[in-house]
């Protein structure tokens, strides 16, 4: 039997999808953008530096792909709603929000001024749940949505001293838990994409130490630490019709290493 495209287009295509990518500019947030948007949907990503933004949308078009970018801070609840005023300007309404922007401050909890609780909250947990609130009940109105989080092994479990950081992405897991309650019953899948060790710019600092990635890397079961790429079919899959019973779920993409 030959493989049948419409049978695959059925599950997880997402032409005529709108989608709204926070941190699309960069790592992870920059391989689901292409990945949503080469699975059909058009694509607005958001993020601060304009030059990043401007790369990305112009890497997408050159694939085909229609794309936007909003320049917004969304450590500040004006810069969510601008963020999301100005989104809506490109495409219209989105039908897939996904939150990938995230900051990592990283000092150990008894170093934790006022200012890194407040930033990474901010980001990390108040902007998704803000975007949440904006776009949710649009999404259950028109019967489809689905939100995906990027939340970290941190939800789960502490990590090289990085403090509030796994506060925030707890949080963020227990957002979508309450997002799906909610908006599940209306057609609006809220779930969360767990990394490991991902090599990306967040990570600078651990990845340029090479004796710590390959003791990360021995630490999963597939041998090797993360790449962004690895998170594209696990968002078009959660993006898709194909996940519409999959909701408010955690779904580890960590080479095996929260199991191992
Ligand atoms: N890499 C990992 O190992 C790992 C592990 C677990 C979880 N994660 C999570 O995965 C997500 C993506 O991380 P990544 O590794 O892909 O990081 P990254 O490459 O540093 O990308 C972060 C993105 O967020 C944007 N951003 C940061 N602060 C922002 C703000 N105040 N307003 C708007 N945009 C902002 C950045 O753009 P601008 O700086 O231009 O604003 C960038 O596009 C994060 O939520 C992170 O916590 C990553």
Same mark, same amino acid.
């Given at each position: 039997m030959t493989t049948s495209q419409a049978y695959l287009s059925d599950l997880f295509s997402l032409d005529g999808r709108v989608a709204l990518v926070t941190g699309g500019s960069s790592g992870i947030g920059r391989a689901v953008a292409e990945a949503l948007a080469r699975a059909g949907a058009r694509v607005v990503v958001v993020a601060r530096r304009e030059a990043e933004l401007a790369k990305t949308v112009g890497e997408l078009e050159a694939l085909g792909a229609r794309a936007a970018w909003v320049s917004a801070d969304l450590g500040t609840r004006a810069g969510v709603r601008a963020a999301a005023k100005e989104a809506v300007g490109a495409f219209g309404e989105p039908d897939i929000l996904v939150n990938s922007a995230g900051v990592n401050l990283r000092p150990p909890m008894g170093e934790v001024g006022e200012d890194v609780w407040d930033t990474t909250l901010a980001v990390n947990l108040e902007a998704p749940f803000l975007l949440g609130e904006r776009f949710g009940p649009? #999404? @259950? =109105?028109?019967?489809?949505?689905? %939100? %995906?989080? %990027?939340?970290? !092994? !941190?939800?789960? &479990? @502490?990590?090289? !001293?990085?403090? $509030?950081?796994? $506060?925030?992405?707890?949080? *963020? =897991?227990?957002?979508? &838990?309450?997002? @799906?309650? @909610?908006?599940?019953?209306?057609? $609006?899948?809220? +779930? /969360?994409?767990?990394?490991?060790? $991902? #090599? /990306?710019? *967040? +990570?600078?600092? *651990?990845s340029s130490d090479p004796g710590r990635v390959a003791a990360l890397a021995a630490r999963t079961m597939v041998g090797r630490n993360g790449l962004a790429e690895d998170f594209a079919g696990a968002a078009v899959f959660l993006a898709s019709r194909a996940s519409a019973y999959v909701t408010g779920q955690s779904l580890f993409v960590d080479g095996g290493l929260s199991v191992h």
């Open positions: 649009g #999404m @259950a =109105e028109r019967g489809f949505g689905r %939100i %995906i989080h %990027i939340s970290s !092994q !941190q939800a789960h &479990r @502490a990590f090289v !001293q990085s403090g $509030v950081y796994g $506060v925030s992405k707890g949080g *963020l =897991e227990s957002l979508a &838990r309450s997002q @799906a309650e @909610a908006w599940s019953p209306y057609g $609006v899948t809220s +779930n /969360t994409l767990v990394p490991g060790f $991902v #090599m /990306t710019p *967040l +990570n600078a600092r *651990l």
